[in-house]
């Protein structure tokens, strides 16, 4: 079968996290890629797991050395997508799993046509008001930021292959779903070609 990068977005809240890990656990031929950020680590978070944790200094020499597929800064962080991570995954045969926000998701698809995308969508706005107030890791100023942002970003659903809804409490459906989707990619009579296999240097 052949291996993919597959791409996973859809706004903050939604539950993106919980089903990557779920797919970590289920999925032995995928590789998750862990994205670098400047973000500071919330509780319950694994550095190098969650993501890699770095400082700016540190974020601002890998961009310079052209380390990531892509990167951006989101709500005042910087996001980056390491390359090599990448790269290894897909000479490995496994399938590269990426998690990116719309902007992010946006350039990597741009930059890598054959991607497999998949949005994840709320039920609901109000559902994914819940999913925030829940976490608690932002303030009513944050909170407002990303539901209006969350709004833009549900209303390009539509630039992707996929759209997945991740329903409360229905995790497991929403997974079988992905790899529903996974599954059929994979066993495509149409190759999909990623131009990162290609590059000579990472």
């Known amino acids: 079968m052949n291996p993919l990068i597959i791409l996973i977005s859809g706004p903050s809240g939604v539950g993106k996290d919980s089903l990557i ?3 970590r656990e289920d999925c032995d031929f995928i590789s998750i890629i862990v994205t670098v950020t400047t973000r500071k680590i919330r509780d319950g978070e694994t550095n190098g797991k969650d993501y ?3 400082n700016q200094e540190t974020f601002n020499q890998m961009k310079i050395s052209n380390a ?3 990167c951006a800064n989101v709500y ?3 996001y ?3 390359k090599d991570a990448v790269k290894s995954a897909l000479c490995r045969g496994q399938d590269a799993l990426i998690k990116a926000d719309i902007q992010g998701a946006n350039a990597i698809m741009n930059l890598e046509p054959s991607v497999l995308s998949i949005f994840i969508m709320p039920d609901s706005t109000s559902d994914l008001e819940n999913r925030l107030k829940k976490r608690m890791t932002e303030s009513k100023k ?3 930021l990303r539901l209006d942002t969350a709004k833009n970003e549900i209303d390009q659903a539509g630039n992707f ?3 997945v809804y991740n329903k409360e409490h229905r995790i497991d459906e929403t997974l079988k779903q992905i790899q529903e989707i996974i599954l059929e990619a994979k066993n495509s009579k149409t190759k ?3 131009n990162i296999t290609n590059e000579t240097t990472i």
Request: no cysteine; glycine share 8%; aromatic share 16%.
């Open 142 to 144: 944050d909170l407002k």
């Open 76 to 78: 005042g962080n910087q």
């Open 21 to 23: 890990n779920k797919l």
């Open 68 to 70: 990531f597929l892509e």
């Open 161 to 163: 292959d996929f759209i």
């Open 192 to 194: 999909r070609v990623f």
């Open 52 to 54: 890699v944790f770095v």
């Open 80 to 82: 980056g997508v390491p």
